[in-house]
């Protein structure tokens, strides 16, 4: 059967009970394998620092490490507070099949370049169309930096949309771990947040693509 997003019901913003203002968008997050933990957006956060960055450019305090039962009401709590949503560019991989081994493997790894090049029949969330729907919407991201073609073509359409509506578009760098190695030799981080070296060099990164109504 084919692969769908974990959280499919809220690609397209229909549970929201409020008017966003920034939408973050991500690639996928597999429904299958058994081993995808994850309870919202950027919920594997064993090595995920998402929900520590994206509090800190708010002035608040991290919500990564929060206690297992408070997720992932704490998380979209924060959300409603800063009108913030979310959504990934894809939907469903339909060529997956659960019952095929070395699909599984591809997904269990959450690779952007296993997607991208061992599939090729996709659907696609229509962030244009929630940018239409929402006009409240004034800042788009794109949480990887990975130029990877088929990534590429699908935010380049939102890209453009945005840039003829007046809408701030920028892509920030991956929150996962594979963050590290990005950072350059002898990095030292300027205005330290948390302990450790790679949350602070992602949040310094954020910080100069963000909004600046939120800074």
């Given at each position: 059967?084919?692969?769908?997003?974990?959280?499919?019901?809220?690609?397209?913003?229909?549970?929201?009970d409020f008017l966003p203002?920034?939408?973050?968008?991500?690639?996928?997050?597999?429904?299958?394998?058994?081993?995808?933990?994850?309870?919202?957006?950027?919920?594997?956060?064993?090595?995920?620092?998402?929900?520590?960055?994206?509090?800190?450019?708010?002035?608040?305090?991290?919500?990564?490490?929060?206690?297992?039962?408070?997720?992932?009401?704490?998380?979209?709590?924060?959300?409603?507070?800063?009108?913030?949503?979310?959504?990934?560019?894809?939907?469903?991989?339909?060529?997956?099949?659960?019952?095929?081994?070395?699909?599984?493997?591809?997904?269990?790894?959450?690779?952007?370049?296993?997607?991208?090049?061992?599939?090729?029949?996709?659907?696609?969330?229509?962030?244009?169309?929630?940018?239409?729907?929402?006009?409240?919407?004034?800042?788009?991201?794109?949480?990887?930096?990975?130029?990877?073609?088929?990534?590429?073509?699908?935010?380049?359409?939102?890209?453009?949309?945005?840039?003829?509506?007046?809408?701030?578009?920028?892509?920030?760098?991956?929150?996962?771990?594979?963050?590290?190695?990005?950072?350059?030799?002898?990095?030292?981080?300027?205005f330290p947040v948390y302990?450790?070296?790679?949350?602070?060099?992602?949040?310094?990164?954020?910080?100069?693509?963000?909004?600046?109504?939120?800074?």
């Open positions: 059967m084919p692969c769908n997003h974990k959280f499919i019901r809220d690609l397209n913003l229909e549970n929201l203002t920034t939408l973050i968008v991500g690639t996928f997050n597999p429904a299958w394998p058994a081993n995808n933990q994850a309870q919202w957006f950027y919920g594997r956060t064993r090595n995920n620092y998402f929900w520590d960055v994206l509090p800190a450019l708010f002035q608040q305090n991290g919500l990564r490490n929060i206690p297992a039962e408070d997720k992932p009401k704490t998380w979209k709590d924060f959300c409603q507070t800063n009108k913030i949503a979310m959504t990934d560019l894809i939907s469903t991989i339909n060529d997956a099949d659960e019952l095929d081994n070395e699909h599984n493997v591809l997904l269990s790894n959450y690779s952007d370049n296993n997607i991208a090049n061992s599939f090729n029949d996709f659907d696609l969330t229509d962030v244009v169309g929630l940018l239409r729907r929402y006009p409240t919407i004034k800042s788009v991201y794109l949480t990887t930096l990975a130029q990877i073609p088929f990534f590429n073509e699908l935010w380049n359409v939102i890209e453009n949309y945005s840039l003829q509506n007046g809408i701030h578009c920028r892509r920030l760098l991956t929150p996962s771990g594979s963050a590290r190695y990005q950072i350059p030799a002898g990095y030292v981080p300027q302990n450790g070296v790679l949350a602070n060099y992602i949040l310094e990164n954020w910080h100069q693509e963000w909004h600046q109504q939120n800074l």
